[in-house]
Each structure stands twice: as structure tokens, then as C-alpha cells.
């Protein structure tokens, strides 16, 4: 381990791509603490001081934001504009025969496809933005529980329309530059730019929400917490590097004196195909009725929808809140899952290569063969996810854990970009003839 951390300073590049990745991080978190203009600084720190209890949804909210969404900061959009803008248009590959077009170009394709995500996120942005701003101007609305103006706070006091606009302005800017801030890491430094951006988000919360386990619960209560967040941090690896291998055979052939094919190879199909998406979506799904009852009116039948709303899915220890999260995580992996590995187009593509999976006929045979198997292990996948993304409810309804940092969501990203960003390095490692930090 030491002499691989030696081998990465020892190499000028590699430190330099580690260090520029570093400083963006760096400059993030920085602009996740600077706040819009016109806002009410005290009742932004008692909004942050009420959503440090929070779960569910805001809870949510507040890990991709690092934050920074309840100190209406630059930054509290986060990069979820971008994540939902890049989800929507892999879905639309599907269904519009241009864009699989241009999937299917090549490097060109997909430049044009990353400047259309780049257009669809601003604009994610910019109505996000809009709704904060009469959000936090009615104190969070039902975000963090309760009815209506739940908290009695104003945020945004001077709510005049140029004051709208240079609010909203400002938060779709922030996440302008937090995207290009993102596509210099990835071209500049080392790893996905995008979700080391939300890894840091996510371990920023670890030491203050940490801090506040161990005053209300004690520290023994947070010991056991800790060594339950290493047993799922091991079940989370071992999911997320989980793999079914299909045996491909390839047929020799003979082209003038040479033979080429004979060999064998697999494809890897991930019990965990579909990662942290399944978890964004339902999120995002249960996060747009709470946006709607804002536009109700504030008493009578308004007043009835947004308590029944705030009572059933925004409470993160309410039957109704786990039964939807759970149903739209698995419902939601399957999606996915079918969306990003399509068994007809993969069993057309060994076909044309000459392989064959041993005992099973090449065309509709293969097809079939592959899609039982994958809807075999997505099961297991999407249970093990829907079971992580509601372990901060079950503690909270056994455990009386308002906000348990290390389990949940947190970990599963933050293991998997931390993979990810390791294999990375692994690999300018193994190019240098250096042994890398993964045997």
C-alpha cells in the first residue's frame, strides 16, 4: 500500500492530475458555503439547523448537495441537474431513432449527444432553481416536514421579482460551473469528474453528522453504528463486484494463410447493473408530488392533500414512504437495467463476430438465454439496493436514529466512485510498469 502511494508522487503526471483533482474539490466545497444574494442568513442557519434531523427526501437533497441546499449556497443545486439530464437522455436513446444515431457514431455522436445533456441540465437547473426560490421563501414548504410554511421562516424576505431573478440566475450558474468544474477533472485529472464531485458531497457530511450521533446517542451507541457501516461497507463491495460471466466461444475461420478466432472470452453481466440510478429516480419521483402541493392553496382541500403528502412521503418512518421508496427502487432497476444492456442487440452483435455461447444456438436462442439471466440477478441487485437506500428508515423507526450518515445511499456511492477512481489509478499504475493498490 505505501509503495503504491510512493509510485503515484513518484510519477510527475499522475501526481499533477491528482493534485488538480484535489484543488476542484477544494474550490467546491468552498462555493457550497457562499450564499445566494438577498438571503436571510440567520433563518438560512436555522432552516440548516431543523434539516440536520431530516430524512427522507430532504435528506436525500441534502447528500447530493453536500449540504448546501439548505444554506441556499451557490452550489445547492449540486449535480443533480446533470445526473437527471443525463438519465433522461439515455432513456431517449431508446425511443428517438437521431439520438441512437448519434450513440452509434462514435466519438462525434457523443459529443453532440454531452452538449444536448449539457442544454436539457441548465434547463432542469433553471426550473429547480425557480421552485427553491418560492420554496425557501415559504420556509422549506412540506420539504421538511408538516404543512405549508412548515418551518416559519423566510429565506428570502425581499421576494420581489428582480430579486426572483437574480436568485434563480445564480443557483443555474453555480451548477454551470459545477459541470464544466466536473469535465475538467475528467479531462484534466483522474477519475469520472462528475461523481467524484458527489463523493465529495457525501463524505463531507460524514464528521458533522458524525459529531451529532455521538452527542444525542453516546459514544458506544456510535461505536456499534460504525461497525454496522463496516459490515455494509464489505456487503457493498462484494455486491458491487459481483458478476455473472457468459462464456463466449468464437469459430475459427481462415482468411488467406492466416486463422484467426478459436478464442474464448465472457461477458460480464453485474448483479448491481444498474447502480445508485434506481435510487435517484424514485427519489425524484417522490420528490416531485412534495414540488406540486406548494402551487395548492394553503387551507381547505390545499391544506388536507399537503398534510396527507408530508404525513406519508415525506416522513422517512411512515409504512407508506418505504413501501413506494422500496417498489420504486426495484421497479426502477429493472428499468435501468433493461435500458443499459439489451439482450437482443448483444446477442446480434456475437453473432456477427462468429461466437456463440457454448450450448445455446446463436440468434433468438442467445437473446432469450440472456435476457433470463439477467433478469435472474437483477433481483438480488435491486433488493440488496432497495434494502441499503432504506436502512436510515428502519433505524429511525426501530432505533430512534434521526440521521444515521453511514449507511444508506452515502456508502453505496461513495464505494463505488472510490472503485472506480481506484481502477483508474490501477491503470496509469500497471502503464508504468508499476503494481497498483487493487491485487
Not at 289 to 303: K, M, Q, R, S
Request: net charge positive.
Amino acid at each position: 500500500m505505501l509503495s503504491s502511494v510512493r509510485n503515484v508522487i513518484r510519477i510527475p503526471d499522475l501526481r499533477g492530475k491528482i493534485l488538480f483533482t484535489l484543488l476542484m474539490i477544494a474550490l467546491y466545497r468552498v462555493g457550497a458555503f457562499i450564499p445566494a444574494p438577498g438571503i436571510d442568513l440567520d433563518a438560512v442557519e436555522e432552516l440548516k439547523r431543523q434539516a440536520e434531523t431530516g430524512g427522507g427526501v430532504v435528506g436525500f437533497l441534502q447528500l447530493f448537495s453536500g449540504g448546501a441546499l439548505t444554506q441556499f449556497a451557490l452550489f445547492a443545486l449540486g449535480i443533480m441537474p446533470y445526473i437527471t439530464a443525463s438519465i433522461i437522455m439515455q432513456i431517449l436513446t431508446v425511443v428517438i431513432p437521431k439520438l441512437e444515431e448519434w450513440q452509434q457514431m462514435g466519438a462525434v455522436g457523443q459529443r453532440k449527444i454531452t452538449q444536448w445533456t449539457r442544454y436539457l441540465a441548465v434547463t432542469i437547473a433553471l426550473l429547480q432553481s425557480t421552485g427553491l426560490a418560492f420554496l425557501f421563501h415559504n420556509g422549506g414548504g412540506g420539504l421538511l416536514g408538516g404543512g405549508g410554511n412548515s418551518t416559519g421562516l423566510d429565506v428570502l424576505p425581499n421576494f420581489t421579482p428582480f430579486r426572483v431573478i437574480i436568485v434563480v440566475l445564480t443557483l443555474t450558474a453555480g451548477h454551470a460551473l459545477l459541470m464544466w468544474m466536473g469535465e475538467l477533472i475528467s479531462q484534466r485529472g483522474i477519475g469520472n469528474g462528475m461523481s467524484l464531485l458527489i463523493f465529495a458531497s457525501v463524505v463531507s457530511s460524514f464528521p458533522g453528522a458524525g459529531a451529532r450521533l455521538n452527542a444525542e446517542k453516546g459514544t458506544p451507541f456510535l461505536m456499534a453504528l460504525l461497525a454496522l457501516a463496516v459490515l455494509l461497507l464489505v456487503a457493498i463491495v462484494f455486491i458491487e463486484q459481483g458478476q455473472r460471466r457468459i462464456p463466449v466461444q468464437f469459430a475459427k475461420r481462415v482468411v488467406g494463410r492466416r486463422m484467426y478466432g478459436g478464442q474464448s472470452t465472457y461477458i460480464p453481466l453485474k448483479v448491481n447493473q444498474s447502480g445508485v440510478i434506481p435510487i435517484i429516480f424514485a427519489s425524484s419521483v417522490l420528490y416531485l408530488p412534495i414540488l406540486l402541493t406548494n402551487v395548492l392553496p394553503a387551507d381547505g382541500w390545499g391544506a388536507t392533500v399537503q398534510q396527507k403528502i408530508n404525513d406519508n412521503l415525506v416522513q422517512p418512518d411512515s409504512i407508506a414512504y418505504v413501501l413506494c421508496y422500496g417498489l420504486l427502487i426495484i421497479g426502477f432497476a429493472y428499468f435501468y437495467t433493461a435500458i443499459a444492456f439489451d439482450p437482443a442487440q448483444q446477442a446480434e452483435n456475437i453473432r456477427k463476430q462468429g461466437g456463440f455461447i457454448p450450448g445455446i444456438r446463436p440468434g433468438p436462442q442467445t437473446e432469450r438465454y440472456l435476457a433470463r439471466i439477467l433478469s435472474r440477478i437483477t433481483l438480488p441487485g435491486a433488493l440488496f439496493i432497495a434494502f441499503i437506500a432504506l436502512l436510515p428508515s428502519m433505524l429511525l423507526a426501530f432505533a430512534d436514529v434521526q440521521n444515521f450518515p453511514f449507511a444508506g445511499t452515502s456508502i453505496l456511492i461513495a464505494v463505488g466512485v472510490a472503485l472506480e477512481t481506484m481502477k483508474q489509478i490501477d491503470s496509469q499504475l500497471m502503464m508504468r510498469n508499476y503494481e497498483g493498490f487493487l491485487k
